[in-house]
Nanobody, 127 residues
Framework: QVQLVESGGGSVQAGGSLRPSCAAS????????MGWFRQISGKEREGLAT???????AYADSEKGRFTISKDNAKNILYLQMDNLEPEDSATYRC??????????????????????WGEGTQVTVS
């Protein structure tokens, strides 16, 4: 089993920054790919960013330049640095993990329940 626990969400004014994190525990694989997606009530889930076991990253076109994904391999913690936030970014941000998949492949699949493991999410509100 794999457990993913997000934290670091919160409320911020437009133009501000947040850096949610995701702590992974349980079974760990050297070939993990991890990433972030967000969920807005009544809308489709949206994949945001992924990072694979080689450290290669992939981003949704809409978020390039504002969001940066990173990972602390020693601590098994995933981060998403979010800058210049807009009210439209208000959502539940969830992390996900799977294995034997590249960052680019994962970006298109991460918001699918069949992708792998999901965390419960952390709420971000931008006003």
């Amino acid at each position: 089993q794999v457990q993913l626990v997000e934290s670091g969400g919160g409320s911020v004014q437009a133009g501000g920054s947040l850096r949610p994190s995701c702590a992974a525990s349980g079974r760990t694989y050297s070939k993990w790919c991890m990433g972030w997606f967000r969920q807005i009530s009544g809308k489709e889930r949206e994949g945001l960013a992924t990072i694979d076991s080689r450290g290669i990253t992939a981003y949704a076109d809409s978020e390039k330049g504002r969001f940066t994904i990173s990972k602390d391999n020693a601590k098994n913690i995933l981060y998403l640095q979010m800058d210049n936030l807009e009210p439209e970014d208000s959502a539940t941000y969830r992390c996900a993990a799977s294995w034997d998949v590249t960052a680019i492949e994962a970006l298109g699949r991460i918001a699918d329940p069949a992708f792998g493991y999901w965390g419960e999410g952390t709420q971000v509100t931008v006003s």
